[in-house]
């Protein structure tokens, strides 16, 4: 059997230490595509590039793997990478490894998790995967053996059509990780604020601040599992129609 | 009793027609605040402004609205409205109306959705809503009376928590419209493709294009409405997780 063809992509760019370390899991599994953002892209969810072009450059030369930088969004990445780099569907996607959770609500913003929900659109398997540790240094390795788990089953199992998976990690040392966890998004909210400065012109400027604030400690959910030391994995759907509300508002008077 | 908080934004920029009709439209059912993006923001999904800072400013002079124009993104915008502007939460949000779609699976990709998304994360009932039509001329206010109908029920019953509106409106003359349609969400699919050229310096770039592909054509998606010249109106959640598949991917065996 060939080996199967994966791409890697992220949202916090090519040259981070949570791509790098997921590009050397998955070497042995298969053919292995990196296509990439060219800088850090945090916080982009699903954005994709319209109003101007964008710029794929191959910056590997002689390495086995080929590696493209891109300008876009992570989303641009893997239309990009399925379109112009691979010309067909690879048979997984892997997104990551992210620097910062994206668990609960995190997913809507997530540039990883977007990066796997187009994959998911365009029918890829797709994994995002996000480590709880926000550090340049922290320490992708010690979850290894459960990525590569998770990504097995995936590669064996295939995904239901419509899903990809939301993967999180705990910040701890391998032998306090206690295993694998399937849950649902934890109700959550960020309590925004702004801290609001002048510039030295003496105009207003803006930062955005907040507070995570967990609405619930249920058992199957992602915060539980990561709390408890558990890798979270939650299933993703990107049909967004909220179905149990249908018959509420179908009840409503559009005539008045 | 006071009148009901409206806080209007959008995704096309503060000075785009569909907003500029949204606003004369929802003028007489309350209390009305304008935060929106001092710029097109078209496809930039649930992206947030993280690692700089937003600038924020008011354009309205003496008028009885107050208008503040953002460097951010939707998301931005009703963030640093409620927390900022209003300092407190709007008893209602719309954004929009958005210049093209956000049926089916471009509810994804939507800056007026992820609006009304994030304005449902905060707790706020909140619509976004989209005209099928590009054009900067396009007809805004033949659908205003069924525009209209579908805010007062909002005020009226308000939202599910979790939940918001999406609504497309076809562009069709008004005695066309054949009325309002709750619906889901329809299968589809962007069968991308990108345009690429070289630029002066010899250098490749590539422009996005594709071209959107409809998988089913069920009586119950908005598709279908929007095809039918009925307004679909598609309630939105933000709890992302695919129940259905949590059980099939619990049977994985991550011990292996």
Redesign the interface.
């Known amino acids: 059997m060939s080996k199967p063809v994966i791409l890697v992509t992220n949202d916090d760019g090519i040259l981070a230490p949570g791509i790098r370390n997921l590009i050397e899991f998955v070497k042995p599994l298969g053919e292995i595509y990196v296509v990439a953002p060219n800088k ?1 892209q ?10 101007k ?4 450059e191959k910056i590997s030369k002689d390495s086995e793997i080929p590696e493209y930088s891109c300008s876009g969004t992570p ?2 990445c893997v ?2 990478a ?3 780099v691979l010309q067909k569907k690879p048979d997984l996607l892997v997104s990551g490894i992210n620097h910062g959770s994206n668990s609960s ?1 995190n ?3 997530s540039g990883t998790m ?1 990066a796997a ?1 187009e994959g998911a ?3 890829i398997p797709s994994i995002g995967f996000s480590l709880l540790d926000y550090s340049f240094h922290a320490d992708f390795v010690s979850a290894k053996k ?1 990525i590569i ?2 990504i ?2 995936v590669l064996n ?1 295939g ?2 059509s ?2 990809c ?2 993967v999180n990690i705990p910040a701890v040392k391998e032998n306090e990780l206690k ?2 966890k ?4 934890a ?1 959550a ?2 309590n ?3 801290d ?2 002048k510039d030295p012109s003496g ?6 601040t907040g507070e995570f604030k967990l609405h619930e400690n249920n058992k199957d959910t992602d915060e539980w599992a990561l709390k408890n030391n558990y890798l979270s ?14 018959p ?3 009840k ?5």
Request: glycine share 6%; aromatic share 12%; proline share 4%.
């Open positions: 850090a945090s916080g982009m969810g699903h954005a994709v590039t319209i109003n072009p964008l710029r794929l989303v641009d239309k990009i399925v379109t112009q609500v997913v809507i913003y977007s929900i659109m365009e029918g459960h788990r998770i097995k089953n199992n995904l239901p419509g899903s998976l939301n295993g694998i399937v849950c649902r998004q109700r909210k960020w925004e604020n702004f609001h400065r105009n207003d400027y803006y930062w955005l994995v939650v299933p993703v759907q990107y049909d967004f129609t909220a179905y149990n509300v249908i509420e508002i179908k409503w008077n559009f005539d008045a």
